[in-house]
């Protein structure tokens, strides 16, 4: 089983910055190779649906909600287990919780790549609030 721990939500003026950190770990017993998954951030804001936000593979190659092209960046560091999303130019509309998300590779990853509604993903963090004032 994988395991997701995000961290550096926060309070934020409008045009400022956040990075997002999720640490990723398997439990015991479990064969974790972090390389091998399809890692994304999506958030929810209060009374809306979930909303994929970005999303990274294997190749590093990378995907990003319209809402969010230019400001945002997701990398990750395989040495350390770590999925980042470097939010850049906040708005109020940013303000959601954001949760960290992890599939490993398959066939379902062959077939439309990372870029996948929330609910392709089985694995998440407990999320970190971001909160953007004007």
Known sequence: EVQLMESGGGSVQAGGSLRLSCAASGTAGYTFK???FCM????????????RVATIDSNDDTAYADSVK??????RDNANNILYLQMN???PEDTAM???????LGTWYEQGGCFRPSHVYNSWGQGTQVTVSS
């Open 98 to 104: 954001y949760y960290c998300a992890a599939r490993p």
């Open 34 to 36: 972090y390389s091998k």
């Open 40 to 51: 994304g951030w999506v958030r929810q804001a209060a009374g809306k649906e979930r909303e």
């Open 89 to 91: 130019s906040l708005k």
């Open 70 to 75: 230019g400001r945002f960046t997701i990398s």
